[in-house]
């Protein structure tokens, strides 16, 4: 007997809390009908053209995405605008859709701590606490040996997927590094944590020039991280994925799980100087 979806969204809310969700986020279900079957399951992060037609194609009951498609107010889902092509994509080819946002990078093994764990980052603990021990957006902890900055960010392109934009840094390419704050997805809005500003490098997305600008002054005057490291916010997330799957299969073991591996980060080149 295949699970039913309400089955499915429970395992999900079980496995990522929606009390964990920052209080402007909107994750949960979007799309479906909670009394239809459910067998097969495919992961990505994003619901665009081609993740909807990937699951759809394959026969999926349900596409499980990290950012969720209605985040911002939709005053229309009329099918001359993309949100609503796909929602009645999804719609036709009876294949629901569920979010798991923020509540998904607060809890013990959320995005940033996959991150964290493929760095081998020990004493971890989270950047943000969000009133619970052990969940915070971002992630603390100490290499398991020291390291250069330069050799770090090699580290990181050999973890996360290629993309277009690679790994951005900030600060000296010989410069010491041991202590590392992180957040997958766009951080800004941490640089001036104090677990943050205290460590020898902030690695996360999205990085605008003022904020990492005024960091960098910061640091010259004993206030901020020294180092900053930029990548790709979809490839710092999609990581998560196969932790997702794992704990899927573990909390459903009928369930069919797969992992999208098509590139959503929207930048396809780059041209140096």
Known sequence: MPYSLADVNDAIESLWPMGGASPWDAPGLLVGDPRAAVSSVHLAVDAVMNTVAEATEAGADLLIVHHPLLLRGVTSVAEDRYKGALIATLIRANC????????????????????????????????????????????????????????????????????????????????????????????????AAPAVTSADVYITSDLRHHPASEAREAALHGNGTPYLIDVSHWASEWLWLDAAAAALRSALPELTVTVSELRTDPWDFVVTQ
């Open 96 to 191: 629901a859709l569920v979010a798991a946002h923020t509540n998904a990078d607060v809890v013990e093994q959320g995005t940033s701590a996959v991150l964290a764990d493929l760095l081998g980052l020990r004493d971890q603990r989270p950047i943000e606490e969000q009133g619970q021990p052990g969940q915070g957006i971002g992630r603390v902890g100490v290499l398991p040996a020291p390291t250069t900055l330069g050799r770090l960010a090699a580290e990181l392109a050999r973890i996360l997927p290629a993309t277009a934009t690679g790994v951005r840094v900030s600060g000296d390419y010989e410069g010491s590094v041991s202590t590392v704050a992180l957040c997958g997805g766009a951080g800004d809005s941490l640089l």
